[in-house]
C-alpha cells in the first residue's frame, strides 16, 4: 500500500496521510492531488511518501485524483515557503494556498489555456468565389475574404475590430465555411534580442557608485539599503542596475506598495527596456494572472512588478529582487498569513544566491540598523538628480489663527501665489470623508458606531455616516437619539469637505481629489493622476495615497493641513511612521526645474519631532530614533510577538487570558522572554467583538519562537480557547 502526506489550506497546522491507488500514477512532490476531505473534496499538495501513518488503517481514504505530474514550482521557492510556515507559525497549506493563483487553487492546469483561432474551409473558399462574383452578402464576403487572406489562424478578439458579429460567426460555422482551430504561438525568447529602447541618462556621481556597487559585488547574494532622498534618481539606479542583469538572460522582480499609484514607475520600464513586463495589478482577471505567474515560472516574463504578494511568484532564472519603499507598512500582510515581504523576500535572495535591493528616502529603523550594522551595504543618494533643488520646508503656528475651512490665511496667501505663477499646489490631509464626527449641538453627543464605539465619519456625496473600523453604514439620522433634538452638526475637517470649501476659495482652479472615495471606480485613478500630470487640475488634494512616489513636475507648494494627533500616539511606532509620511509628502515638492517649498500647520510648533525633521532631516531623526529604541529596549533591538484574540463574552475572553498567561509563564523556560500581562487592545471593540491582546518579548528569537510555538500547540486544542479567535503576529508592526 502506497501512502501520500499533503498539505491543504485547513488553518490546522497539520499534515494529511492519504492512500494513492494503483490505478493513479505516483505523482511528484509539490504537485496537486484531490482528496476526500470530510464530506468534501479538497486540492492539496504532496509533501511526502511516508513508509507509515499513525492513521488506523480503516480510516485512511484514497487520494482521488492527481492533477499535476511535475511540482507546480522549484525547490527554492518550496523552501522558501517551509521558511515562511515555520517562522510565522501558519500552516504550510495555507502558505501554498495563499501564493498559488485563483485558478490553480481551483484545480485549473498549470498551463496557458490554448487561443482559439478560425480557418476557412475547402467549401467556404468556394463559397468566397461565389461571393466575388455578385454583390450579395457583403459582410459575409468581408469575413471570408479576412479569413483567406490570414496565413495563422485569425484569433478571436479580431472580429470585433472588423465588425463581424458572433451571430455572423456561427452562422458560417454551421455551413461548414469556416472552422475553429487551436494556435499554438511560438514563444519569442526576449533574450534573443534583447536590448535598450532608449538612451539612459548620464549618471551621477552618487548614482553611478551605487550602480557599480551592486553590478560588481564580490558575493552573489549581497543585500543593499538604496537611501536616497526623493527625487534622488532611486529609479534610474533600478534601471542601469537592472540592464546588465536582463542581458544575461536572467529576470527581475521588483515589489511596489500600490501599483495603481505607480503608472509613471512603470512605464519608465517599458520605455526603457525591449523585454516583457509582466504588470500584477489588481485589475487582472483570474486568467491573465495565472497567465503572468506562468510566463514568470517559464522565463517568459523578463521583469515582474506587483506588491507584496507578487514576491512569492516563481522565476526559472531569477537575477535581483528589488524593493521599492521599503518602509512601506503594505509590505507586511495584516491578516491570515501575516508576512513581511521584505524579510521574506531577504531569504528569498539568500536562498537564490541573487542580489536585493531596498529602496527608499526614509528606511525604516529595523533596515537602518541592519545597514548601520553591516549586514546590508548602505548606498546613499544625498541630491536631487537632474536640477532639482531640496524643497524649503517651514512650520506654520497656527495656535490663536483664525481659520479659514483649516487653513490659516499664511498658507491661503501662499496657495494663490504659487497658482498665479501657474504652478500646482498639493494639499494633505490624511482623512477621508466630510468630517471626522457628528454630534449634537444641545447635548454634545457625538454619534458612534454601536459595534466598534467608534466615531462615524460623515460623507456627504453619497451622504451617510460610514465607520472607518469596521466599514459599516448608515443614514445621516434626523434626531439626537439621546436628547432628541433636531439640531445635529459635524465637527472637523476631511478631504471632501476641503475640496469643497477650496473650489469656493479658489472658483477660478480646478480642483483633484484623491482618496479611497474618489478612486473607487475603475480607472479612476489613473484618470485624474493623468488629468494632473497634464495641468487640468491646480489643486491637488488627497490623503497618503497622494504622498507615494508621484513625480509632479508642476507641484511646487506642499501643504500639510494637519498631523498634531499623530505626534501623542501611544505607539512606539508612532513617531517613525509620522517622520516617513512627512518626508514622503514633503519629497513631491519641487521635484524638477522649480524650486519647492512645504508648510506644514500646528498646534505645536516646539514639537521635538517636528523640530528635528524641519531643521534636521529625515538620518538625524532615524538615528535618534534608534538609540531610543536602543535605550528601551524596542525593536530592532529586540523580537516581539502579538497574539490577539477576541470573541462575544466578556467573562469567557478574561478566563481565556487568565489561562494564555499561564500558559506563557509555564512555558517561558529561564525566563528568556517577557510575557506581559493581557491587555485590551487598542482598538478595544471592533464589529461587535471584544478585543483583546498579549505581547511577547525577548532579546534573541529562538526562546521566543519556543515560547510561541508551544502556546499555539496549547492554544488549538485548549478548550478555553473555543469560540474565541485568535491569531499569532510575528514581528508585529503595529498593535491594532
Ligand atoms: P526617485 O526614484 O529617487 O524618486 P527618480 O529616479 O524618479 O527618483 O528621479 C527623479 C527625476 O530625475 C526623474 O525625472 C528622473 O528621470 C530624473 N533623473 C534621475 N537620474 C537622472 C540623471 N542621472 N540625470 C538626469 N536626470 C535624472
Ligand atoms: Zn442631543
Ligand atoms: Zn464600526
Redesign the pocket.
Known amino acids: 500500500m502506497k501512502l501520500v502526506r499533503v498539505t491543504m489550506a485547513t488553518h490546522l497546522r497539520r499534515d494529511f496521510d492519504y492512500i494513492l491507488p494503483d490505478t493513479i500514477a505516483t505523482p511528484a512532490l509539490g504537485a496537486r492531488v484531490r482528496v476526500p476531505f470530510g464530506t468534501r473534496n479538497m486540492i492539496a499538495i504532496v509533501i511526502g511518501f511516508p513508509e507509515e501513518t499513525t492513521i488506523a488503517p480503516e480510516k485512511l481514504r484514497p487520494v482521488s485524483e492527481v492533477l499535476d505530474q511535475h511540482a507546480l514550482f522549484d525547490n527554492k521557492l518550496d523552501q522558501l515557503l517551509k521558511w515562511a510556515s515555520n517562522y510565522y507559525h501558519y500552516n504550510l497549506g495555507d502558505v501554498y494556498f495563499q501564493m498559488l493563483p485563483a485558478l490553480l487553487r481551483q484545480g485549473e492546469p498549470d498551463q496557458h489555456r490554448p487561443a482559439k483561432g478560425w480557418h476557412i474551409t475547402e467549401s467556404g473558399k468556394e463559397r468566397l468565389a461565389q461571393l466575388n462574383q455578385s454583390t450579395k452578402a457583403p459582410k459575409q464576403r468581408v469575413a471570408l475574404k479576412l479569413l483567406e487572406k490570414s496565413k495563422a489562424p485569425f484569433p478571436h478578439h479580431e472580429w470585433e475590430v472588423h465588425n463581424i458579429s458572433t451571430a455572423m460567426l456561427r452562422n458560417l460555422r454551421q455551413q461548414d465555411w469556416i472552422r475553429e482551430t487551436t494556435i499554438s504561438p511560438e514563444p519569442v525568447d526576449w533574450r534573443k534580442n534583447f536590448g535598450l529602447k532608449q538612451e539612459p541618462?548620464?549618471?551621477?556621481q552618487q548614482?553611478a557608485i551605487a550602480v557599480a556597487a551592486i553590478t560588481h559585488r564580490s558575493q552573489p547574494f549581497t543585500a543593499y539599503l538604496l537611501e536616497?532622498?526623493?527625487?534622488?534618481?532611486?529609479?534610474?539606479?533600478y534601471l542601469q542596475v537592472l540592464e546588465p542583469i536582463l542581458n544575461a538572460g536572467r529576470q527581475a522582480l521588483i515589489l511596489v506598495p500600490e501599483i495603481g499609484l505607480t503608472p509613471q514607475?512603470i512605464a519608465?520600464f517599458r520605455q526603457r527596456f525591449n523585454a516583457p513586463i509582466a504588470v500584477l495589478h489588481s485589475a487582472l482577471n483570474d486568467r491573465q494572472r495565472l497567465d503572468a505567474w506562468l510566463d514568470a515560472r517559464t522565463g517568459e516574463a523578463a521583469i515582474i512588478i506587483g506588491t507584496r504578494s507578487a514576491l512569492f511568484t516563481p522565476l526559472k532564472n531569477p537575477g535581483i529582487i528589488i524593493i521599492d519603499e521599503e518602509h512601506d507598512p503594505s509590505l507586511k500582510q495584516q491578516d491570515t498569513f501575516r508576512y513581511h515581504a521584505r524579510d521574506v523576500a531577504l531569504m528569498r535572495a539568500k536562498l537564490q544566491s541573487i542580489p536585493i535591493v531596498l529602496?527608499t528616502?526614509t528606511p525604516s529603523l529595523e533596515t537602518l540598523q541592519n545597514a548601520l550594522s553591516n549586514r546590508y551595504q548602505h548606498l546613499r543618494?544625498t541630491q536631487?538628480?537632474?536640477n532639482?533643488q531640496p524643497a524649503q520646508c517651514e512650520l506654520i503656528d497656527i495656535r490663536h489663527q483664525p481659520l479659514r475651512s483649516g487653513l490659516c490665511s499664511q498658507l491661503i496667501e501662499s496657495i494663490r501665489h504659487t497658482l498665479e505663477q501657474g504652478q500646482q499646489v498639493m494639499l494633505f490631509l490624511n482623512r477621508r470623508g466630510y468630517a471626522p464626527a457628528m454630534l449634537c449641538h444641545e447635548c454634545g453627543e457625538v454619534i458612534e458606531c454601536p459595534r466598534c464605539e467608534r466615531f462615524y465619519t460623515y460623507h456627504q456625496n453619497p451622504a451617510h455616516l460610514a465607520c472607518h473600523h469596521c466599514g459599516s453604514q448608515r443614514a445621516i439620522p434626523k434626531q439626537c437619539h439621546h436628547c432628541g433634538s433636531t439640531e445635529l452638526v459635524t465637527t472637523g475637517i476631511g478631504t471632501e469637505q476641503l475640496e469643497q470649501q477650496i473650489s469656493e476659495l479658489f472658483p477660478d482652479h480646478s480642483v483633484a481629489r484623491i482618496d479611497r472615495d474618489s478612486t473607487r471606480t475603475k480607472g479612476s485613478l489613473d484618470r485624474l493622476l493623468n488629468a494632473i500630470q497634464n495641468q487640468h487640475h491646480h489643486i491637488l488634494i488627497g490623503t497618503q495615497m497622494l504622498a507615494k512616489?508621484h513625480?509632479f513636475?508642476n507641484v511646487t507648494l506642499v501643504a500639510i493641513i494637519d498631523i498634531d494627533n499623530a505626534l501623542f500616539s501611544s505607539d512606539f511606532r508612532a513617531a517613525e511612521r509620522l517622520a516617513q509620511l512627512f518626508i514622503q509628502v514633503s519629497?513631491r515638492a519641487g521635484?524638477?526645474n522649480l524650486p519647492g517649498k512645504v508648510l506644514l500647520q500646528t498646534h505645536h510648533p516646539e514639537h521635538e519631532l517636528l523640530q528635528d525633521l524641519v531643521n534636521n532631516g529625515y538620518e538625524h531623526f532615524a538615528k535618534f530614533a534608534l538609540k531610543e529604541r536602543q535605550l528601551t529596549q524596542l525593536p530592532p533591538f529586540c523580537h516581539q510577538v502579538l497574539i490577539r484574540f477576541e470573541g462575544n463574552d466578556l467573562q469567557k475572553l478574561k478566563q481565556f487570558a487568565g489561562e494564555l498567561e499561564h500558559q506563557g509563564n509555564q512555558y517561558n523556560h529561564e525566563h528568556r522572554c517577557f510575557v506581559f500581562p493581557v491587555i485590551e487592545s487598542p482598538i478595544p471593540k471592533r464589529a461587535g467583538k471584544i478585543r483583546m491582546q498579549q505581547l511577547l518579548q525577548a532579546s534573541h528569537r529562538q526562546p521566543l519562537h519556543q515560547l510561541i510555538h508551544r502556546l499555539i500547540t496549547w492554544l488549538e486544542v485548549a478548550p478555553s480557547a473555543k469560540r474565541i479567535r485568535w491569531s499569532v503576529d510575528i514581528d508585529p508592526i503595529d498593535m491594532l
Open positions: 541618462p548620464k549618471l551621477n548614482q536616497g532622498v526623493t527625487g534622488s534618481g532611486k529609479t534610474e539606479v514607475t519608465r529602496g528616502a543618494l536631487r538628480a537632474g532639482a512616489g513625480h513636475p519629497g521635484r524638477a
